[in-house]
């Protein structure tokens, strides 16, 4: 009996095309006239399922027109695209004219300040010149109206990181009557300043040249100059550096973007998108979304998400993803839970908080897409299944609380900023114990306090029935938070404590009911693979 194709569940008006639909192999050869998504890499069975189908009547089932699915692919690309769209996912032009304007604002600061390290070092001032670089989602063109900035300052020689750029040109940007919160994290893997300049949020790193006249040498930039740089500002100019590979590599720099912006959504609904708390960095999405886009460069947007889950809830993490078709053979890949290579030269991993905690979920979500999605055909599909909020209340009975407190707004912000840089080192403790956890990035306030504070919550999964004790939990993260004279100083007039809470003591936000939660585990017969 053949398959009859559905009637259709679209809408009537017409739409417009959201690209070209057909598929070439990363070979360049063309592909048989189907969808990428109709290809399913599909999972082995689990253990114990039968080799051998049920008994029953047999149905064959053909393959529906390719001019049918076409059409289905295009509706769907078009509705991605308007969902994208009503979830404030897209920011208007205003927003981008706003943020063109602090970047100009601040490379005029940054020039400033060179001047003024160049004549309280007794250099003439007018050799010394400082720039702003961007990269990031902004510079990809894949920033949402909350996305921040994230932005690279380019010094000269005389100006040092922990003096001319965390105190002197702090305290410049602290006299700005359109910069607020700023807040300094010195001791990262990429020390940077965050603050917000006219309500857009700013990350702002630095990299110090070593030459005078800073702006001239990055604009020429010579491979001359790479070895002369401090490791420090190679990290810095890293992500500069592979913001201009990926722009080269994507085949489609428009369907990548929106690609992006898919993926950073449900990143973030899914609570997948803080890397001090062991998920993706927007760098890891971007490499992932490029590396889809290579792979199929023609199909569509609905393709190309579609072929994401598809790619990588089946992805053997041992292999590391790279953007160049050379092997990674020199890289070592002992350790990294999802090694992932930024596409510069020479090759290098990138910088990655994922324990074996953040990997389990990370694998669980990227399976549900994958259960979502892989039927092209679903006639009752909604987008926002896929993009819903995850249900931490639903999932976690029990929850480690960490409460961060300090005596003004502005030692809490830089207080944050350090305890938040070593979350991953009381991740990692209590995996040690046996403790999994589910880390939800939502930063809350407990309005019971008067002392200006920030609250965390992380849902407990124990492997085992155990007892967990959060005061010696507390104890020993505190030795990682204090293990520097940044902690030690900040610890003085700052606070973390660490409890155990019910799901009575959450905050109302995270107690929301998900009426799909229920109703989606029993259509998808899906569980994470950790389920027991």
Not at 16 to 34: C, I, K, M, Q, R
Not at 382 to 389: P, Y
Not at 405 to 413: D, I, K, Q, S, V
Request: glycine share 6%; net charge positive.
């Amino acid at each position: 009996m053949a398959a009859v194709a559905p009637a259709p569940w679209w809408p009537s008006p017409a739409l417009a095309p959201a690209g070209l639909l057909a598929a070439t192999s990363p070979s360049g050869n063309p592909e048989p006239p189907t969808l990428p998504f109709l290809l399913p890499l599909l999972p082995p069975p689990p253990a114990g399922y039968p080799l051998l189908p049920p008994r029953g009547p047999i149905v064959l089932q053909l393959r529906p027109n390719p001019s049918f699915l076409a059409e289905v692919d295009r509706r769907r690309s078009c509705s991605l695209l308007q969902f994208l769209k009503n979830e404030g996912a897209i920011p208007s032009p205003e927003e981008d004219k706003r943020r063109e304007k602090v970047i100009r604002e601040l490379k005029e600061i940054v020039m400033h300040w060179a001047k003024a390290v160049a004549r309280e070092q007794s250099v003439p001032q007018k050799l010394a010149t400082a720039t702003v670089l961007t990269y990031g989602s902004y510079t990809l063109g894949a920033h949402g109206p909350e996305s921040d900035i994230d932005a690279l300052c380019v010094g000269p020689c005389i100006a040092t990181l922990q003096y001319h750029f965390f105190v002197v040109l702090r305290q410049i940007l602290e006299g700005r009557p359109e910069v607020s919160g700023v807040q300094t994290v010195e001791c990262a893997k990429v020390p940077l300043m965050r603050f917000r300049f006219s309500g857009v949020a700013v990350d702002f790193t630095y990299a110090q040249l070593p030459v005078i006249d800073a702006s001239k040498a990055i604009n020429t930039f010579s491979p001359q100059l790479l070895p002369k740089i401090d490791e420090r500002s190679w990290r810095s100019l890293s992500g500069v550096r592979v913001n201009e590979q990926i722009v080269q590599l994507v085949p489609n720099a428009e369907k990548f973007q929106v690609l992006l912006r898919c993926l950073k959504l449900w990143a973030r609904r899914r609570g997948l998108h803080c890397h001090h708390l062991g998920f993706f960095a927007g760098i890891h999405l971007a490499i992932l979304a490029a590396y889809v886009c290579r792979r199929y460069p023609n199909a569509s947007v609905n393709g190309l998400f579609i072929v994401f889950f598809q790619t990588f809830a089946h992805w053997h993490w041992q292999v590391p993803v790279s953007l160049h078709d050379e092997p990674t053979t020199s890289l070592r890949s002992e350790g990294r839970l999802m090694p992932i290579v930024m596409p510069c030269t020479p090759p290098e991993f990138c910088v990655s908080n994922v324990t074996k905690s953040t990997f389990k979920k990370i694998r669980e979500e990227l399976t549900r897409g994958y259960a979502l999605t892989k039927d092209p055909l679903s006639h009752d599909f909604e987008w926002r299944w896929l993009f819903e909020s995850f249900p931490y209340a639903e999932k976690h009975q029990q929850f480690l609380r960490i409460a961060l407190c300090a005596p003004t707004f502005t030692e809490l912000r830089d207080w944050a900023g350090w305890v938040k840089s070593r979350f991953r080192f009381l991740i990692l403790k209590m995996e040690r114990a046996g403790i999994g956890c589910d880390p939800c990035p939502s930063e809350e306030i407990d309005h019971t306090v008067k002392d200006p504070n920030m609250v965390f919550y992380w849902g407990l999964i124990p492997e085992k029935i155990i007892h967990v004790d959060p005061s010696s939990l507390e104890e020993e993260f505190m030795r990682d938070v204090i293990n520097d004279v940044y902690g030690k100083v900040k610890c003085t007039r700052s606070d973390v404590t660490i409890s155990v809470v019910g799901l009575s003591q959450l905050p109302k936000s995270m107690r929301r009911h998900s009426v799909h939660w229920q109703y989606m585990q029993c259509m998808l017969g899906y569980q994470g693979p950790g389920h027991k």
